[in-house]
């Protein structure tokens, strides 16, 4: 961004800020993608060209000037949510640009029904497949593969980074298949189990939205579990046969019982392998990753819980908010349950 465009973009912001205390608050996100219309032109254009177009794997902006010190430190947990919160300019920034590409939602079984999610080490889980781990890599994945309703765009904000710790990205258009391996891998002979995030075992029994009740919440766990335990065969490779989405998340998927489909698998894996990448985000900047051109993950660092680890805001965003009709409360709702 260059002044200019911080400027007016810093206007909106602050005057958004001045009505709304929170990004979680129901009024703002039924008014978020109206606000966002008012953000310059030079930031709407390239990602709406982003979204229509699919012209890269990733749209990275940059330019917002984070100040440490008024963000204050690193939280523990993400459980920590002060209102209003230290960043909620950023939020704001971060979740209108967001809304250019789509609508933000949240899950019922992830970071208590929170629509924006705080990716920071977390004591404890050091080791885990986790966006709070830390000394173990986050393996490479598709953001909620296991979930039909998963994002379109997976979105992050750095307001923190102080050991350049790089975000992993492959695009899928970079990969070369041959035919007959692309051919099994379009097919439905694959599996995905729910990642660890969505799992009852990291349920803090405390949703933060008044519609999710604690039997909703229940119900919305065992769903997982039965996804867990009976996970249904997909391809992971859909759309364009020349230019296919991915679907996969091969941490948590199961062997394929046949030589063919564990030959398709593997050789995909091997590829998305070769062409991973990584992208150490500055604090101030945004990057929305498309969730069905590329896989993303994160490098290992060491966490000194000192208040000064590396943050990040994440957004997850779908462009048909009307497909997951059946697994929200009402029509305006952003959780899936």
């Given at each position: 961004m260059d002044d200019a465009v911080l400027d007016r973009s810093r206007e909106l912001v602050r005057e958004v800020a001045s009505c709304h205390d929170t990004v979680e608050d129901r009024t703002f996100l039924e008014l978020a993608s109206t606000y966002a219309q008012d953000l310059?032109?030079?930031?709407?254009?390239?990602l709406n060209r982003f979204r229509l177009a699919e012209p890269a794997s990733l749209c990275v902006v940059s330019g917002w000037p984070v100040d440490d010190d008024r963000i204050g430190p690193t939280p523990t947990h993400w459980e920590s949510k002060p209102v209003p919160s230290p960043a909620l300019e950023e939020e704001i920034f971060f979740f209108l640009c967001g809304s250019l590409l789509g609508d933000p939602l949240g899950w019922a079984t992830?970071?208590?029904g929170y629509v924006m999610h705080d990716l920071l080490p977390i004591r404890g889980h050091e080791q885990e497949q986790l966006g709070s781990s830390s000394e173990t890599v986050l393996t490479w994945h598709t953001e909620d593969a296991f979930h039909p309703y998963r994002a379109d765009y997976v979105s992050l904000m750095c307001l923190r980074n102080p050991n350049n710790v790089q975000t992993t990205v492959a695009a899928g258009a970079a990969i070369e298949l041959d035919d007959d391996v692309k051919h099994v891998l379009f097919e439905p002979r694959f599996t995905i189990r729910p990642d660890e995030s969505h799992l009852p075992k990291n349920r803090s029994y405390a949703p933060k939205q008044d519609e999710i009740s604690q039997e909703l919440l229940t119900r919305s766990y065992e769903r997982i579990?039965?996804?867990n335990e009976h996970p249904e065969p997909i391809p992971v490779l859909f759309g364009d046969p020349e230019r296919p989405y991915l679907r996969l998340d091969p941490y948590f998927m199961e062997r394929p019982r046949?030589?063919?489909?564990?030959?398709?698998?593997?050789t995909l894996v091997a590829a998305i392998d070769r062409e991973l990448t990584g992208v150490a985000l500055r604090p101030g900047e945004l990057c929305f990753i498309d969730n069905f051109k590329a896989v993303h993950g994160r490098q290992p660092f060491?966490?000194?819980y000192d208040g000064?680890?590396?943050?990040m805001k994440r957004l997850n965003?779908?462009?048909?908010?009307?497909?997951?009709?059946?697994?929200?409360?009402?029509a305006a709702s952003r959780i899936i349950v």
């Open positions: 310059p032109r030079a930031l709407r254009q390239p992830q970071q208590d579990e039965r996804m046949d030589d063919e489909a564990r030959h398709a698998l593997d060491h966490a000194s000064r680890d590396r943050w965003i779908v462009r048909d908010v009307r497909k997951s009709r059946d697994a929200r409360q009402q």
